[in-house]
């Protein structure tokens, strides 16, 4: 079969940044790929451990240039070889970091479609200058991603986690998965066995199943143990990668403003269990300012009603 062996024969070449799948935009129209055989369980063309270099400098038209023909607007793929295993909605909370934004666009679309996953990038903004809310970012992400298609499975990444290994597959498990399980700012070891901060994975049963992130952890820290918590309390385990594949590069900056530590977060996680019923994805309120669609992204701004003050 021609078209077979023109892709084997893409498949086998080394550029850096092409994917397994052949420059086709696949017709938005049509259904995702009904027909086709179902992605290997394996993907084939997976590099392993990625060169990451963040001291250039790269604007979003470059990695545009660099990425931008294999994607549909808004930040979406698909295989056109096969059909994806999962539909994957990769969420990222934002505020003021368009550099890291850049960076962690040009690494990541390329691995991603080495992944073979149907999937989108929603980059979710926090509008306005109040307390940071990651979590209840992460909270509207979902949200906002379910209305636009049937996304199964839900990637909360930090803007600055890179991995620097493709096998790190950004797709859910019979049970929440941990990602960036060896960062190089923590010496590339796990801090402590129930960290769930950084790049996460769950399928959409999983997160109802604990009504999501907690609404209200305004400021750094504690919100990524609250969720750890909640999976605990509905008997789910984590599951991670070895501390091999689970390498990531953290772009180094200092603390963004109206992100201190929320001085209430060690009080706030010995209520998880009282709390988690009634904050989180029920509970949910914010308005959207805008959604725009860039063909490396979904960027949606929100209001998130921060407290004032
Ligand atoms: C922990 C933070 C996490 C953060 C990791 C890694 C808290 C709760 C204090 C009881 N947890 O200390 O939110 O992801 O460090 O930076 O601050």
């Given at each position: ?66 990425v931008g023909p294999l994607l549909q607007l808004g930040g979406r793929y698909r295989p056109t070889s096969c059909r994806a295993k999962q539909k994957v909605a990769v969420i990222v909370p934002f505020r003021n970091r368009s550099q890291h934004l850049n960076h962690w666009l040009y690494y990541l679309h390329p691995v991603l479609m080495r992944q073979q996953l149907d999937y989108g990038v929603y980059v979710i903004n926090q509008d306005g200058d109040g307390a940071f809310n990651r979590a209840k970012l992460m909270n509207i ?169």
């Amino acid at each position: 079969d021609r078209k077979l062996f023109f892709i084997s024969a893409l498949n086998r070449e080394t550029k850096p940044e092409e994917s397994a799948e052949p420059t086709v935009r696949p017709n938005p129209t049509e259904s995702p790929g009904r027909s086709l055989d179902p992605c290997p369980d394996v993907p084939p063309n997976l590099r392993g451990v990625l060169h990451v270099e963040f001291r250039t400098n790269r604007t979003l038209q470059d990695v545009r240039n660099h990425v931008g023909p294999l994607l549909q607007l808004g930040g979406r793929y698909r295989p056109t070889s096969c059909r994806a295993k999962q539909k994957v909605a990769v969420i990222v909370p934002f505020r003021n970091r368009s550099q890291h934004l850049n960076h962690w666009l040009y690494y990541l679309h390329p691995v991603l479609m080495r992944q073979q996953l149907d999937y989108g990038v929603y980059v979710i903004n926090q509008d306005g200058d109040g307390a940071f809310n990651r979590a209840k970012l992460m909270n509207i992400g979902f949200n906002e991603s379910l209305k636009e298609y049937d996304y199964d499975c839900f990637v909360f990444s930090d803007v600055d986690l890179v991995p620097l290994d493709d096998r790190n597959l950004y797709r859910c498990s019979d049970h929440p998965r941990h990602l960036s399980v060896a960062v190089d700012k923590f010496n590339f070891i796990l801090p402590y066995a129930t960290i769930f901060g950084g790049v996460t994975a769950l399928s959409k049963q999983q997160f109802l199943k604990v009504n999501g992130f907690s609404n209200t952890f305004w400021g750094w820290g504690g919100e990524d143990d609250d969720l750890s918590q909640r999976l605990s309390y509905r008997g789910m385990f984590i599951s991670r990668p070895d501390s091999v594949t689970g390498r990531y590069k953290m772009i180094k900056h200092g603390r963004d403003s109206h992100n201190d530590p929320n001085p209430n977060r060690e009080q706030k996680l010995t209520e998880t269990y009282l709390n988690m019923d009634t904050d989180g994805i029920n509970s949910l309120s914010y308005t959207v300012r805008e959604i725009r669609k860039d063909l490396l992204y979904t960027f949606v701004t929100v209001d998130v009603q921060a407290p004032a003050g």
